[in-house]
């Protein structure tokens, strides 16, 4: 049984079916936002499809490439090819070392075939085949035979296209270095993402992510000790015509330092064109918008001041954000609410975004009081209010009161409870930070698969053999070719050949004709 098993798991039609496989066990990852990448996004989903986010947490759909059972058809894949290659390989290079095979007994039997008498002796047209063909770069070898009646022939044996086998394993063997490449990068490497309000800093530092995630070899100790600074973010969006709001650029001016002490300098971020430094590179995933929001409590104190992350929900950014001021007195205040940077009424006078630029920011916001939960210890994310033991600011009929606020415009909060204002608005990006050593490795394998694709789709193995013997005192010659793959011309070959080594018209006769 278990010599069955291995003999499934390694053969070459498992083998298509597991990286068939892999391919639609990667579509999730596209489709559906993952932790690694954008954790905002995740966020976003889950609080579109409350049902569907824990059956997806479950499985692993937020985190595809590092779940089980894609972890399981990677490895399956990389051993059902080690069990395909190896024998494979053992057979190729003793075919490479055997000598070309004698020529079948009858050549006129085959598709591709030629033969002519000549008055030249058999040795001088041995050594002119041997020598053209050999001038073809195919291994040649002579053969002496002996036919059934008594007679001799001589028979001169070519073959070639030996490397469509090569590009063939070439391929199999690049598909395990790619899969190597990423295990090593995954293993030593890391993937990390900031989001940073234009014109403040970050340090490379495991502190300052907002998410990190590390290899299982992965060492902090190696992290490169650069920091940067996000000095400004613009984006141009189409203003008119079909397609309006359309993203047409984006660019983040850094300003970055390679290591403590160094001269800083100036990189313009865009996206596909990464900064790479100290060997991490980092690229610009997103971008979104963060009011500046200053909160007083019930004395007038400031208790929060400062710009807010809002997470984009749709195209128009629309954005969802939380504020908490834990310092407010006598009770903590909380708020939740939507950004809209250019803010209209829909149906039903609900309110949405028309364009993704800032015309008319508007902030909608539902103001709590109350505990907030951040003294229990337990870690909250920023972007989620806990309402446990919070109330909110009501109107008269028992609803939330919601408040509304455009830039510059400061609320006040019903009972005296304090007030807040829409101080400014400012922009944040998002930074996805990766490092992956090796990475040359997988970019190798692919390469080298190409090419042994391109050997093994182009590279024809064709067998030839010509004939040569002495009958009724005149030489005949006879040419016959075999393609081992199918596709192929082998006539077109054996023309070329006899073209070469026939003599002129008058002095030849076919065999075929004379038969």
């Known amino acids: 049984m278990l010599r069955w098993a291995w003999r499934q798991l390694t053969s070459m039609r498992t083998a298509l079916i597991l990286l068939f496989l892999l391919a639609i066990a990667a579509i999730p990852g596209s489709l559906i936002p993952q932790d690694r990448v954008d954790p905002s996004a995740v966020f976003a989903f889950k609080q579109r499809h409350p049902s569907l986010a824990p059956v997806f947490e479950r499985i692993g759909m937020f985190d595809v490439y590092s779940s089980v ?168 969006y189409k203003r008119s015509g079909e397609g309006v709001g359309t993203p047409l650029g984006f660019d983040a001016n850094l300003s970055v330092n390679d290591h403590p002490g160094a001269t800083p300098y100036s990189y313009d971020l865009r996206v596909n064109h990464p900064l790479d430094v100290g060997g991490t590179s980092v690229f610009l995933v997103g971008h979104g918008y963060a009011p500046v929001l200053t909160v007083r409590d019930g004395s007038g104190h400031v ?125 944040w990006v998002k930074l996805q930070i990766n490092d992956q050593p090796g990475k040359v490795i997988p970019l190798v394998g692919v390469l080298a698969a190409i090419g042994g694709l391109l050997c093994s789709l182009f590279i024809r193995p064709r067998r030839t053999w010509v004939r040569v013997r002495s009958e009724d005192g005149r030489t005949v010659v006879e040419i016959a070719a075999l393609d081992r793959a199918s596709g192929g011309d082998p006539a077109a070959h054996v023309e070329q050949v006899a073209g070469a080594l026939r003599p002129s018209a008058a002095d030849s006769e076919r065999v075929k004709e004379r038969q």
């Open 69 to 236: 059972w894609f972890s399981a058809i990677y490895l399956l894949l990389f051993i059902s090819l080690l069990g395909c290659i190896i024998p494979r390989l053992r057979l190729y290079l003793r075919s490479a070392q055997a000598r070309p095979p004698r020529a079948p007994r009858n050549l006129s039997r085959m598709s591709a075939y030629d033969g002519w008498e000549t008055d030249s002796t058999v040795d001088a047209e041995v050594e002119r085949a041997r020598a053209l063909l050999k001038s073809q770069r195919r291994r040649v070898e002579v053969y002496p035979v002996s036919d059934r009646e008594g007679g001799a022939s001589t028979v001169v044996s070519a073959e070639k296209g030996y490397l469509r086998e090569a590009g063939n394993l070439v391929f199999h063997v690049a598909v395990l270095v790619v899969l190597v490449g990423f295990a090593f990068t995954g293993l030593f490497g890391f993937k990390a993402s900031v989001a940073i309000v234009a014109g403040e800093g970050f340090s490379n530092t495991l502190t300052q992510y907002d998410d990190f995630t590390p290899g299982a070899r992965f060492d902090a100790d190696g992290l490169a000790p650069f920091s940067l600074r996000v000095d400004s973010f613009h984006v141009a």
């Open 303 to 427: 208790a929060f001041s400062e710009p807010v992350i809002f997470l984009p929900q749709d195209g128009s950014f629309t954005s969802f954000g939380v504020v908490k001021a834990p310092d407010a007195r006598p009770a903590q205040l909380g708020f939740e609410g939507y950004f809209f940077p250019t803010a209209a009424l829909g149906p039903n006078s609900t309110p949405y975004s028309a364009f993704p630029g800032p015309r008319n920011p508007v902030l909608s916001l539902v103001g709590y009081r109350g505990d907030l939960g951040l003294d229990s210890g337990l870690p909250q994310s920023v972007y989620v209010l806990d309402k446990d033991k919070l109330k909110p600011f009501t109107m008269g009929n028992g609803r939330a009161q919601p408040l509304l606020l455009r830039e510059g415009q400061t609320v006040q909060l019903p009972g005296g409870a304090g007030s807040v204002t829409f101080s400014g608005l400012r922009t």
